[in-house]
């Protein structure tokens, strides 16, 4: 299996107009550290689980997983932090190659976002669920 983290990850990266926003460098499969520069991105799982063999969904040697993550977008300044998001919102609720071929599908937002304030620093965590399809060996 993939690490479901650096597919996110991967996803996000590849797009140059993300990374044009937040540099490569300070996207991260996992929680960031709090002397990261700022703009950063962190994502990580927030629920998971063994695979729903007993939900009738394993279909020709495939199985899913039903999940969530979170993704944190850092920013000091709360419009450039959701510029951020939404471009965030906009790669993962598409129809994104990275993730599909990653055995990632049925992506939706949990809630909508919303900002809060840490120190000097604005914090949108955006919340997804995600379906993982996988072969069991």
Do not use: C
Request: hydrophobic letters at 45%.
């Amino acid at each position: 299996m993939i690490s479901i983290l650096k597919a996110f990850r991967d996803a996000l990266v590849a797009d140059i107009t993300l990374t044009v926003l937040v540099p490569a460098a300070n996207i991260y499969a996992g929680l960031r550290d709090e002397k990261t520069p700022i703009p950063a991105v962190d994502i990580f799982q927030i629920a998971g689980g063994a695979p729903d063999r007993y939900a009738g969904s394993a279909i020709g040697g495939m199985s899913k997983a039903n999940d969530a993550i979170q993704i944190s977008v850092f920013h000091l300044n709360e419009a450039s932090g959701w510029k951020i998001s939404d471009r965030i919102m906009s790669l993962l609720l598409g129809d994104n190659t990275t993730l599909n071929a990653a055995g990632i599908k049925n992506i939706s937002l949990i809630a909508a976002p919303a900002s809060a304030r840490e120190a000097n620093l604005s914090h949108i965590p955006i919340r997804f669920r995600y379906n993982y399809h996988y072969t069991i060996t």
